[in-house]
Nanobody, 126 residues
Framework: QVQLEESGGGSVQAGGSLRLSCTASGYTYGSYCMGWFRQAPGKEREGVAA????????YYADSVKGRFTISLDNDKKTLYLQMNSLKPEDAAMYFC???????????????????WGQGTQVTVSS
């Protein structure tokens, strides 16, 4: 059973930066996808960024390309999301997620992820 724990959320002004972290435990052998998703009040959950732990392929939502960067420290089993140039519309609860993967294409943000963290809140004021 994979367990995920997020940290790093907080409040920031528009144009500011935050870095989210997600520590994973309970991995078995094999490749995984790890990703960040977010959900704002009254809106559906949406994929933000994902990475394949094997080959390192990354996927980003169009709304965050050029501003957010996903990265993975395999030794620490920690996933990061560096968020720059934050906008009020980025405010949401951010969730770390993971799933097993036989192919890096399984890591797309439209795919179903099986394991989820509790979330960390990001607030962006204008």
């Amino acid at each position: 059973q994979v367990q995920l724990e997020e940290s790093g959320g907080g409040s920031v002004q528009a144009g500011g930066s935050l870095r989210l972290s997600c520590t994973a435990s309970g991995y078995t052998y094999g490749s995984y996808c790890m990703g960040w998703f977010r959900q704002a009040p009254g809106k559906e959950r949406e994929g933000v960024a994902a990475i394949a732990t094997g080959g390192g392929t990354k996927y980003y939502a169009d709304s965050v390309k050029g501003r957010f960067t996903i990265s993975l420290d395999n030794d620490k089993k920690t996933l990061y999301l560096q968020m720059n140039s934050l906008k009020p519309e980025d405010a949401a609860m951010y969730f770390c997620a993971a799933r097993g993967a036989y192919s890096e294409s399984w890591c797309r943000l439209t795919e179903r992820y099986n394991y989820w963290g509790q979330g960390t809140q990001v607030t962006v004021s204008s």
